[in-house]
């Protein structure tokens, strides 16, 4: 299995933010992760990238186990979160924003340089911006520069947690779209979405957290076949 959770448990104190939550994420699929506000969909990306550990449970992604290693071993192995557009380099133009998402990568400069104008030819309007800084750019332009700079890492797994957050209808679309491509291009992509409409047309599998435990697992069609989600999305 690519991505394989087990029994994992995560607390914080008191709060059991995760309990006892397995799943296991086939390569080169759409997972999308839904649940209310304080679910634990952050905690679970935020296991997997290395920066929560568990009281019990494990990680594995690609054979080898992840729970317990830092996070710059995990995005090396492959497996690389997308960061808030606020928490780029602000004072810093795109091309640094996008140099830096490869500072974990071992390669020589030509190969980075290399990558870095095959994501400007990718994604023009970064090409356009490339000397602006980041902070100068539009909400959608800056989610789009983040996601360019974990690319930058060559990532085999990209979790993104609430990419369309804040955004105007039509970037959303555009993200949604970027989202699709970099998928049909190889990419595994876990997305954490609010909008169930959204994520139920983006994601070829769909996990549900409620209160830390995963309470659904199905594809967007088994969706509005099952008693938890008719109770709990559709008003039934
Ligand atoms: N660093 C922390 N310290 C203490 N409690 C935390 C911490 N991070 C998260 N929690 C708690 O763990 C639970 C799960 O939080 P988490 O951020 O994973 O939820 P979420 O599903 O991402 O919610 P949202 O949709 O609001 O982003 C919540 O009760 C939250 O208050
Ligand atoms: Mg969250």
Same mark, same amino acid.
């Given at each position: 299995? &690519?991505?394989?959770?087990?029994?994992?448990?995560?607390? &914080?104190?008191?709060?059991?933010?995760?309990? @006892?939550?397995?799943?296991?994420?086939?390569?080169?699929?759409?997972?999308?992760?839904?649940?209310?506000?304080?679910?634990?969909?952050?905690?679970?990306?935020?296991?997997?990238?290395?920066?929560?550990? #568990?009281?019990?449970?494990?990680?594995?992604?690609?054979?080898?186990?992840? !729970?317990?290693?830092? #996070? %710059?071993?995990?995005?090396?192995?492959?497996?690389?979160?997308?960061?808030?557009?606020?928490?780029?380099?602000?004072?810093? =133009?795109?091309? *640094?924003?996008?140099?830096?998402? +490869?500072?974990?990568?071992? !390669?020589?400069?030509? %190969?980075?340089?290399? !990558?870095?104008?095959?994501?400007?030819?990718?994604? #023009?309007?970064?090409?356009?911006?490339?000397?602006?800084?980041?902070?100068?750019?539009? /909400?959608?332009?800056?989610?789009?520069?983040?996601?360019?700079?974990?690319?930058?890492?060559?990532?085999?797994?990209?979790?993104? !947690?609430?990419?369309?957050? /804040?955004?105007? #209808?039509?970037?959303?679309?555009?993200?949604? *779209? =970027?989202?699709?491509?970099?998928?049909?291009?190889?990419?595994?992509?876990?997305?954490?979405?609010?909008?169930?409409?959204?994520?139920?047309?983006? +994601? @070829?599998?769909?996990?549900?957290? %409620?209160?830390?435990?995963?309470?659904? *697992?199905?594809?967007?069609?088994? &969706?509005?076949?099952?008693?938890?989600?008719?109770?709990?999305?559709?008003?039934?």
């Amino acid at each position: 299995m &690519f991505l394989m959770v087990r029994n994992l448990s995560i607390h &914080f104190r008191k709060i059991e933010a995760l309990k @006892d939550v397995s799943m296991e994420v086939p390569e080169g699929i759409i997972v999308a992760l839904l649940g209310a506000n304080g679910a634990g969909k952050s905690t679970l990306f935020k296991a997997i990238s290395g920066f929560l550990k #568990p009281v019990s449970g494990s990680i594995w992604f690609r054979k080898g186990r992840i !729970d317990g290693k830092l #996070p %710059d071993e995990i995005l090396r192995r492959g497996i690389s979160q997308v960061l808030e557009g606020k928490r780029l380099f602000r004072r810093q =133009t795109v091309l *640094e924003n996008l140099d830096m998402g +490869a500072y974990s990568r071992h !390669d020589g400069r030509k %190969d980075i340089t290399k !990558d870095r104008d095959e994501l400007l030819e990718r994604f #023009p309007i970064l090409k356009e911006k490339a000397k602006v800084k980041s902070g100068l750019l539009s /909400g959608g332009q800056q989610q789009i520069l983040a996601i360019a700079r974990s690319l930058m890492a060559k990532p085999k797994l990209l979790l993104m !947690d609430e990419p369309a957050q /804040g955004l105007a #209808p039509l970037v959303i679309k555009e993200i949604a *779209e =970027t989202i699709k491509k970099l998928n049909e291009s190889g990419l595994t992509i876990m997305v954490i979405e609010h909008n169930v409409r959204l994520a139920l047309g983006l +994601a @070829d599998k769909v996990f549900i957290l %409620d209160n830390g435990k995963l309470v659904f *697992e199905g594809t967007p069609a088994s &969706f509005s076949e099952d008693e938890y989600t008719q109770k709990v999305y559709l008003g039934g």
